[in-house]
Structures are given as C-alpha cells and as structure tokens.
C-alpha cells in the first residue's frame, strides 16, 4: 500500500494494548490511514503510546477521538463495550465504520448496536492473532500476518462498507473469513476461550498444592508444564470479561471437556493401555495438519532450541 | 571434557529415541565414554542411528549390548523395563552402573530390582528434558543444557556410583537433583503428567465436536488451542506407560484438577466476575518465576515470532 490516497481518512483507536498497537504499528507501515488517533482512559498507557509515537494524535476522551473518524476499532475488554458505545454513538461520523477486535462477538452485537445511530456501519471483527503480554509495548507491525480476521456482519449490512473493512485486514497481512456471530462463539469458545480456561485451572491447581512445593513445580516446568503457564499468563480483565461474555458456549465446551476427562480418568484407573493409546495417536495427527496450514512453527518444542536446525529433526517417529 | 580418559570405558545406549540419542550425541561431544554402544529391537531404528553415526558398536540384542559396560541407560518406555531387565540382567559387569531416563521412577524400581544380580550399581534417573518428537533423529546434544537431571538412588546405594553418575549429567550439562522415588513420582504427576493427560483431552475433545468443523479447529487454533496440540504429539507408547505406571499419583492430581475446574466452571456459570480475575492473576506471576528460573524462554509467544526483538517487548503490563 504505498499509492497515493489512504484507504481511511482518520482511523480511531480506541484501546491501545497488544491488539490496537499492533494495528497502529502496521496502519503507519502501510499507510493505511491519512491520521491515527490513539485514544484510552488511562493517562499511563496513553502517555507511553505517545512516547512510542504510536499515533497522529492522543486523547482520554474516546467521543473526541471517534470526531470526523471514518474508521473506529474497539481494542479494548468487551465488558467495557456497552459504556463505550454510548459514549461514542452521538459523534460518529455518517458513514462511519465501526468495528472491533474482541474476542465475543454475540455479545458484542448485543451491547454496541442499541447505542447506535442508523447512518453507521457496524461491523464486528476478530484478528485471530495475540501474544500473551499486554500493553501498549507488546504489539509489533506484523502480529496479523498469515492469520484469521474474522468478520460477523449482522444482515442488512452495507456491502461496500463489508468490503473495505475486508481490504483493510488484507492489508494488514491476514486472511479475511465471514461467519456469523454464533458460529463464531462456537468456534472460539472450542479453540481459544477453553484453552485459557483449562490452562489457568491447571497452573490454579498446581499453585494449591501442599505435596509439591512452589519451587519444584517452577524448576521442573520444562517436563510439560510451563507450556500452559503461557496461555495463563493472559491479561486477566480481558478473559474475565470473555468468560461472562460467551457464558453458555464455554460451558457447553467444558462440559464436553469434562465428560471426555472422566472417560480417560477411568481407563488410567482400570489400566485401559489401548484406549489410552488409540487417544494418543489420534491427537499427534492434528498438530501435524495445524503446520501444515501454516498455523504453527515446524520446529519441535515451539523453536525454543533455535540451534536446532530446522528440517533436521523434522522427519521422525515413536 | 578434553582429559585423556574418559568417564566410562564403555556405555550401553538400550533405546536410541529422543533421550538415547541426545545422550549418543552429547557424550561423542564430551568424550565421556571409550565406546559406545547403541541396542534398540527395531532393525529399522537400528539401521537409522547406525546412518546417522550415533555410536561406535550397534546391536539388536540388549543383552549383547549390556556385556562389558561400565554404564548402561534404558531410555525406553517404562512398560517395556521388566522384559529388558530381566534380558540383561545375567550379563551386567560386576561394579557397573545402570540408570535410566524414564518418567516415572517408582515403577521402574518395582519393575528392575529384582531381576538385578548384587554387584550392579542400579541409580534411577530422570533428565527433565525433551521436545514432543521422537526417534533418532530427533535427538540434539545441547537437549540436557540448563536442565534438572533428578536421580533417585534407593537408601544403600554406594555413593561413589551416585557420584560418579551426577557427573555424567553434569557433564551433559544438567543439574543434579536428588529426591526419593515417591516425591519424584508426585512431583513430576503434576508438572509433566498431568499436563500431558489434559493436552491429549482437549485435542480429542476439539477433535470429536460436531458444531464446529476440524479444518475450523486447525484455522484458528493460532488463538491458544495450537500450544496444547505440542503435547498431544507426543509419544503414544511413552504416555500409555507413564500413564499406568504413575496411576494413583496422576488420579490423584486429576481428581484435584477436575474439582478446581468445577468450581472455575461455576464461577463463569453464576458470572463471578472477581473469582476469576482472581485465579487469572495470581497464574500471571507463575509465568513470570519460571522465566526468571530460566526454564522457559523470555520472549513472547515462546519466541514463536523471532523478529520481535528481545527485550523490547519484554516489559509492558494489561
């Protein structure tokens, strides 16, 4: 994207941690906006966006930033969307996109669209894409590129206005899929809310214990656990607000969940080695088809041993 | 390790997977033996480590193996140790040291002890290593570095042999630790076999959903269901046996983890918003101790993106 004209006139940020920075940082690579307004309630983050350089302009006051804005994203908790949407809906722009990137995207719809004038597009959206760390210093330009952006257009919605948002994610290096928000829910309820979910349970559980003291279970992390310790350092306001949000999804997942424990439970219990193995079989086959999507580093152990050489210790077996 | 005599005249390698074959490469690397030796049954893997130069002498026959060593390790499957020790037993060398790599060390002395003559030298160990690959040619010389190597000599064991084996792994570049069989089995339930047991559940949980589509849960597993598929690839007849060898310490873990994730359930059920921002805080800072540790990487996403700098994203907060 270097022609002349900008896809956006304004782009508004509203949050600016690992998700809205990140689009900051790749919005002024491409230059996919004529100006970046950076906008949050806390002075702190705001002041280290600025010292960043992250944007054009900076504000605490989110009605401010969304003024004559042809591009509006919610980066921010999605409990915090209902007071933001009424916030901001008396200054949109006619015309205006507005989208986001959390994780929910039901709710989302039940909480932005009441506030809402009609001459607005609402459009949510959903990088697939995040670390673990937060703030404004986590986010890095290419943090979209060969992911997901999922886009949960209500019916009814302006096509054109679909279309440029849809631009706008490919230009950020991500592939843009349509889906409805139930789906969605569904979906991400199965491959992102559990997962953080059973990874804070378990480091949870771990920290309980009386048998095994805190410093063995740190120092002998490397055997398994210090995998889930990742996922389970997360930003805690944000997933708090993802459990409350996708409520009756996350439940129905972890009711599968825990049916299917109960069931491999038993069989450790009677000695069930071939149950056991036909589990454990059927697993190894998924992470091979999420490399070859190009979902994940082909590199064992997440590339942690950058000496190794890629290729290899690719082809083997039990 | 540059002296002119080597630690050990002769080591048997009895396996030559992941474990075996980092120890192949990693004593050449050292010179910590005159010769080496490598057994495995499988003529194919035997073929395999033989290409790739692994040892000096290779032999499908253990007991051929064992003949003459001063160190011999079993780094096989656990359920596979009773067979082997019996096979070898006859033909161990007065004075010579047996030890081993496997993940459970209560069974392992149940299960060797009593095929072993008076004049052996058996110390459990258990190096806290490895990547979920497997077979030779996964196996890499720096795998032990910076790592746990836990042993578990049985009360009466002659310490000169223990002292003697504690260098070895500390020439391989590990730390030392010694622990009685039964801490070790509790210990390692809960930060290795557990993690693996829940891993291997929610692959086969995301792999059975109806609602959402498999080449959905491969798309999106970017948003954290991709870190568990680490895990749920690894060796299938490894984790049948640590599972029904560590079974009432692994029950145990699982009945604490099911009820802490039953209350975590009922939280999300009731919207207790405060008792998971509690349990999804204090995780955060477990995280944090093992990097400090170092036993996991600093760096975001386990340096799943290497052009992030290190460091600068280091510090930042939610």
């Known amino acids: 994207m270097s022609s002349s004209k900008p896809l956006f006139e304004r782009v508004a940020l ?11 940082r790749v919005i002024r690579r491409e230059g996919l906006a004529g100006e970046i307004v950076i906008s949050t309630r806390s002075s702190q983050t ?21 003024r004559d804005a042809d591009l509006i994203i919610l980066s921010i908790p999605v409990g915090a969307y209902a007071p933001v949407a009424a916030t901001i809906s008396p200054h949109l722009a006619k015309g205006a996109i507005l989208t ?12 932005v669209t009441p506030h809402l004038p009609r001459h607005v597009n609402f459009i949510p959206g959903h990088p697939i894409a995040g670390t673990e ?6 986010g890095f330009d290419s943090l979209f590129e060969n992911r997901w952006c999922i886009l949960t257009p209500v019916p009814g919605t302006d096509e054109v206005a679909v279309k440029k948002l849809a631009r706008f994610w490919t230009a950020c290096g991500s592939t843009v899929e349509m889906m409805d928000a139930a789906h969605h ?39 398994g656990f210090r995998d889930f310790t990742r996922l389970a350092a997360s930003d805690p306001v944000m997933w708090r607000d993802v459990c409350l949000a996708n409520r009756d999804a996350i439940l129905e997942m972890l009711g599968r969940f825990s049916e299917d424990l109960a069931a491999l439970q038993r069989s450790i219990r009677w000695s069930d080695g071939d149950a056991l193995f036909d589990l454990f079989t059927r697993t190894r086959a998924i992470r091979r088809s999420i490399i070859e999507a190009g979902q994940e580093v082909d590199a064992p152990d997440f590339g942690r041993h950058p000496e190794i050489a890629k290729g290899e210790s690719a082809k083997n077996e039990g």
């Not at 705001?46 to 944007?55: E, F, I, K, S």
């Not at 504000?59 to 930033?65: I, L, M, N, Q, Y």
């Open 46 to 66: 705001l002041d280290r966006a600025r010292a960043l350089g992250l944007g054009d302009r900076y504000t605490s006051d989110a009605a401010d930033a969304v």
């Open 185 to 223: 829910d569904r979906v991400l309820a199965i491959v992102s809310h559990l997962p953080h979910i059973i990874a804070y349970n378990i480091v949870g559980t771990a920290d309980d214990l009386e048998s095994v003291s805190k410093s063995e279970v740190i120092k002998y992390s490397a055997s």
């Open 100 to 111: 986001d990137a959390g994780s929910t995207k039901g709710s989302v719809i039940s909480d």
């Open 14 to 24: 509203i949050g600016i941690g690992l998700i809205g920075s990140s689009l900051a």
């Open 133 to 138: 760390q937060s703030g404004p210093d986590a």
